[in-house]
């Protein structure tokens, strides 16, 4: 089977999706993985066929728009509509790049921002396309959708049943945010069908079917996050999906010493989330760290969180696998992506979280609730004595360690790229076409 993923997004998309195109390499497939040009490197290393597409992530959450788009995550409206702002410029030549990457392909796999733009081109071509999710996004009555507040969770962990009340709520939200989400995005891809030569689709026809795709892969742990009850058999959770590239990476040898020259230090870092004020950012993490007069590792990401005068008992990197570093920290700080959040928990050490937006809050809440971290501080709170509060509570609660490292005992056993390949191959297998995936589309 000839398998292209298209992954639209930041390190944290792409990694996972590395991951899964390894796996079915290993199974006998071929792959080839369309993603944004600064990927080239990773995917090819892992033996996998590169194909370049338009967009650049970096670039563009460092603009003006991208930040104020990051800046109005906690507003689902605003969101919405300054992503398709900035979607609306690179549609046609984003779609006409995937068209030709997936040309000649038996089966497509779309991650959460590429899955809109693989269903249109896997109308245009006939064939089945899966999508590939780090974060739950088949509705469900147990809870709300990533842009809504969440007023009912297990507090074992898992999913408890709701009452008609918030099952009504938790039902009302995936629609709002679907009605809003494809009123921002409808021209761009229609924009992209334009291109194809598809007919363009109208505001009752949601993304054409994408978001109500009949088979979904869900990229995260059903230890962290279980599937509802109320999902189908075919919204499979299958397990983190790891790209183990730790083994081949040296560490600078001044990390080891710093390491090594005293008690396990916290990690800090933001990723992709670029901040407006990174050098205040950077001056609460250093008065937090001093305060509680702990080391720290501090890393910079894409969020442009500049640090410079580091005190010695600081150490600043650009780079290191997060599958070799977390091991050997007290605690990790971070933004709460699906990504950072299974290497936090699979490295076994408790997390603080603290979200910007969606499914960062969701992780958040996840990781606390299973005891495995404190209550996640939301960035718009973040302050020195909040931060100190909750690195303070994370590094000394021996309860809160040893579920950490419980949780990421069972972690690590789990093998989340295996199931996933074998539910991909299922999926393929059994897809309906497009006659019956979308026999009553409603066109413009």
């Known amino acids: 089977m000839r398998v292209t993923a298209m992954v639209v997004g930041s390190t944290g998309d792409v990694r996972p999706m590395v991951a899964l195109g390894a796996g079915l390499r ?13 990927f080239r490197d990773l995917i090819e290393g892992q033996g996998l066929e590169f194909w370049p597409i338009a967009g650049n992530p970096i670039g563009e959450l460092s603009t003006e728009a991208g930040r104020g788009w990051l800046a109005s995550g906690a507003n689902p ?46 109308e245009k071509l006939g064939i089945p396309v899966i999508p590939a999710y780090l974060q739950p996004r088949t509705p469900t009555s ?29 039902r009302v939200s995936y629609r709002a945010v679907r009605w809003v989400i494809w009123r921002s995005l409808r021209e761009s891809v229609n ?73 396990p230090p916290i990690y800090i870092g933001f990723g992709s989330m670029v901040h407006s004020t990174p050098d205040d950012t950077a001056s609460m993490v250093l008065s937090a760290l001093a305060r509680l007069k702990r080391r720290g590792v501090v890393s910079a990401g894409w969020g442009g969180m500049r640090v410079a005068d580091l005190p010695e008992s600081v150490f600043a990197i650009d780079f290191a696998p997060h599958e070799w570093l977390f091991p050997r920290m007290a605690a990790v700080v971070h933004h709460g992506g699906a990504g950072t959040t299974a290497a936090g928990l ?9 979200p910007f937006f969606a499914d960062q809050n969701f992780w958040g809440r996840r990781v606390h609730a299973l005891g495995a971290g404190p209550r996640p501080v939301p960035v718009r709170r973040l302050t020195t004595d909040t931060l100190a509060a909750a690195i303070d509570a994370a590094a000394r609660s021996t309860e809160m360690r040893r579920k950490a490292e419980d949780l990421g005992h069972r972690l690590r056993e789990e093998n989340g790229v295996e199931s996933a390949v074998a539910a991909l191959e299922r999926m393929v297998a059994e897809w309906p076409g497009w006659d019956r995936v979308r026999p009553h589309a409603r066109r413009a």
């Open 26 to 38: 290993a199974a006998g497939h071929e792959v080839r993985l369309a993603t944004h040009a600064q």
């Open 77 to 122: 409206v605003a969101f919405a509509r300054l992503l398709g702002d900035m979607a609306r410029d690179l549609a046609a030549g984003i779609t006409r790049d995937c068209l030709a990457a997936c040309t000649g392909s038996d089966a497509i796999v779309g991650s959460l921002l590429g899955t809109a733009l693989a269903w249109q081109v896997g």
């Open 142 to 170: 147990y809870y709300p959708d990533l842009f809504f507040p969440e007023l009912f969770s297990g507090k074992d962990g898992s999913a408890a049943r709701p009452g008609a009340a918030q099952r009504a709520y938790h």
């Open 191 to 263: 924009i992209g069908r334009d291109s194809l030569g598809l007919p363009r689709l109208s505001q009752g026809d949601h993304f054409g079917g994408a978001l109500d795709a009949p088979r979904v892969l869900y990229g995260y742990s059903p230890i962290v996050a279980p599937a509802p009850p109320d999902w189908g058999p075919d919204a499979v959770v299958t397990g983190y999906w790891i790209v183990g590239d730790a083994a081949g990476w040296t560490p600078p040898t001044a990390l080891v010493d710093f390491l090594q020259s005293g008690e």
């Open 346 to 354: 699979r490295a076994g050490r408790p997390s603080v979280i603290t």
